[in-house]
Nanobody, 123 residues
């Protein structure tokens, strides 16, 4: 099993910054994509940013130029640097990681979600 632990959420004023982290642990063999999603009250979960094993990134139009996704392949950790935050960025942020892990001496695909971290942008 692969577990994800998120950290870094909190309350910030408009225009401020936060950095989210998501660390994966377990019998990991390899990690493919690492993504950040968010879900605001009454809305569907949406993809915010993603990064592949090769370092290619993609962003939702609403966060382009403000958010930066990065990963540390040694630490199996993905980060989301959020700058110029707006009230509409308020949501629970989830990381999603997929790859391959060892399960009883065999490699199996995994797709894991973090527990979510609250980000609130308000004055």
């Amino acid at each position: 099993q692969v577990q994800l632990v998120e950290s870094g959420g909190g309350l910030v004023q408009p225009g401020g910054s936060l950095r989210l982290s998501c660390a994966a642990s377990g019998s990991i063999f390899s990690i493919y994509a690492m993504d950040w999603y968010r879900q605001a009250p009454g809305k569907q979960r949406e993809l915010v940013a993603g990064i592949t094993s090769g370092g290619n990134t993609n962003y939702a139009d609403s966060v382009k130029g403000r958010f930066i996704i990065s990963r540390d392949n040694v630490k199996n950790t993905v980060y989301l640097q959020m700058n110029s935050l707006k009230p509409e960025d308020t949501a629970v942020y989830y990381c999603n990681v997929n790859g391959r892990s060892w399960v009883r001496f065999a490699l199996r695909d995994f797709d894991s979600w973090g527990q979510g971290t609250q980000v609130t942008v308000s004055s």
